[in-house]
């Protein structure tokens, strides 16, 4: 949800970040791809690009350069899978959103055959001010391998979720109990996915593990992925076992159906996951989730599936008696019974 925020908090600097990119690689034809449930966003860069327009920052000559920029707004009709960029361009030229063999990549061959660089919002949204205050200055937050600033999307058991910008390497401690308000009623935190549901999941077995800094090296050092830092806070309240039948069916829903191995297994495994929570499996059961989800890894067209089977194996892995409390009859281990 940080795309939303920025784009009704500051659409200007995103369509600045869109026309720099264009003339930095002389591309003339730009579109804005966003979500289909995305339409008051879209009215408000709509007005800001009719703005930019009017002001000579777009279109025909822009600023006296010679050079010819023009963006466009694209609205998709919602699916997840979208968000992968060979998806987003078969959706933006009107055929099914699905992933394309690579290589060719899109720097190659992209939009309607044509050499296409594609770019994030919040990447786009920074290029303004990176180039005004130049790489020292941004070198100068962050981490030395990881530089610079990230928008970290909190949420799950937090008192105060949103959107926060902040240094990578800023903590999971800091995140959440600075700026995140900590947990209600004073819980203690179990689990995080540091890059929402399609991350491995990071148990909590030692309070030192929140003093891990948020950057891509150490994150991964931990066994998990930073990714789009959309940071869900799980603490003892949550039974695991509800929270990966949740995932699951989630890229059930979302997957496009294109290649096999996630086109089934994310049927399968939502499935076998449901069946766990509903009381009706066997304790095989809980080791044929994980079998399914080890078949899916590494053997589909794109990240899609890949992710789907993050919070399944770590979630198996690191808090198989919350599995083991449905299979048994004792119910929701969170709950208790």
């Given at each position: 949800f940080k795309?939303?925020q920025?784009?009704?908090?500051?659409?200007?600097?995103?369509?600045e970040?869109?026309?720099?990119c264009?003339?930095?690689?002389q591309a003339?034809?730009n579109y804005?791809y966003?979500r289909g449930?995305?339409?008051?966003?879209?009215?408000t860069?709509?007005?800001?690009i009719?703005?930019?327009?009017?002001?000579g920052?777009?279109?025909?000559?822009v600023?006296?350069?010679?050079?010819d920029?023009d963006?466009?707004?694209?609205?998709g009709a919602?699916a997840y899978?979208?968000g992968?960029?060979?998806?987003?361009?078969?959706?933006?030229?009107?055929?099914?959103?699905?992933?394309?063999?690579?290589?060719?990549?899109?720097?190659?061959?992209?939009l309607y055959?044509k050499?296409?660089?594609?770019?994030n919002v919040?990447?786009?949204?920074?290029l303004?001010?990176?180039l005004?205050?130049?790489?020292?200055?941004?070198?100068?937050?962050?981490?030395?391998?990881?530089?610079?600033?990230?928008?970290?999307?909190l949420s799950?058991c937090?008192?105060r979720?949103?959107?926060?910008?902040l240094?990578l390497g800023?903590?999971?401690r800091?995140?959440?109990?600075?700026?995140g308000?900590?947990?209600p009623?004073?819980r203690?935190v179990?689990?995080?996915?540091?890059?929402?549901a399609s991350?491995?999941i990071i148990s909590?077995?030692d309070?030192r593990?929140?003093d891990?800094?948020?950057?891509?090296?150490s994150?991964?050092a931990?066994g998990s992925q930073?990714?789009?830092?959309?940071?869900?806070?799980l603490d003892?309240?949550?039974d695991?076992a509800?929270?990966v039948?949740k995932?699951?069916n989630?890229?059930?829903?979302?997957?496009?159906?294109?290649?096999?191995?996630c086109?089934?297994g994310?049927f399968w495994?939502?499935?076998?996951a449901?069946?766990?929570v509903?009381?009706?499996?066997t304790p095989e059961?809980?080791?044929?989730l994980?079998?399914v989800a080890?078949q899916i890894?590494?053997k589909?067209?794109?990240?899609?599936?890949?992710?789907?089977?993050?919070?399944?194996?770590?979630g198996?892995?690191?808090f198989r008696?919350?599995?083991?409390h449905?299979?048994?009859?004792?119910?929701?281990?969170?709950?208790?019974?």
């Amino acid at each position: 949800f940080k795309d939303h925020q920025i784009i009704d908090g500051n659409p200007h600097q995103l369509i600045e970040g869109v026309a720099l990119c264009a003339y930095a690689v002389q591309a003339k034809t730009n579109y804005i791809y966003l979500r289909g449930e995305f339409y008051e966003p879209a009215r408000t860069l709509q007005r800001a690009i009719d703005e930019a327009y009017a002001h000579g920052m777009l279109g025909k000559n822009v600023l006296g350069s010679g050079f010819d920029i023009d963006i466009h707004i694209h609205l998709g009709a919602g699916a997840y899978i979208c968000g992968e960029e060979t998806a987003l361009l078969s959706s933006l030229e009107g055929q099914l959103g699905q992933p394309r063999l690579r290589p060719p990549f899109p720097a190659v061959v992209g939009l309607y055959g044509k050499p296409t660089v594609i770019n994030n919002v919040e990447t786009l949204t920074n290029l303004p001010l990176i180039l005004e205050k130049g790489a020292p200055w941004y070198k100068s937050m962050g981490t030395e391998r990881s530089p610079g600033v990230k928008i970290f999307s909190l949420s799950g058991c937090v008192n105060r979720p949103g959107n926060y910008e902040l240094p990578l390497g800023t903590t999971f401690r800091e995140l959440i109990y600075t700026h995140g308000g900590g947990l209600p009623e004073g819980r203690q935190v179990r689990g995080i996915m540091p890059a929402g549901a399609s991350s491995a999941i990071i148990s909590i077995t030692d309070d030192r593990l929140l003093d891990t800094p948020m950057d891509y090296e150490s994150v991964a050092a931990i066994g998990s992925q930073l990714g789009s830092a959309s940071v869900i806070v799980l603490d003892d309240s949550v039974d695991f076992a509800w929270l990966v039948s949740k995932t699951v069916n989630f890229f059930k829903h979302e997957s496009c159906g294109k290649c096999t191995p996630c086109r089934e297994g994310t049927f399968w495994m939502n499935r076998l996951a449901q069946r766990i929570v509903d009381g009706r499996a066997t304790p095989e059961d809980i080791s044929l989730l994980e079998t399914v989800a080890n078949q899916i890894a590494g053997k589909c067209l794109c990240a899609l599936g890949e992710f789907s089977v993050m919070a399944v194996t770590t979630g198996i892995r690191q808090f198989r008696t919350d599995f083991e409390h449905h299979v048994n009859g004792s119910g929701s281990a969170a709950s208790g019974g």
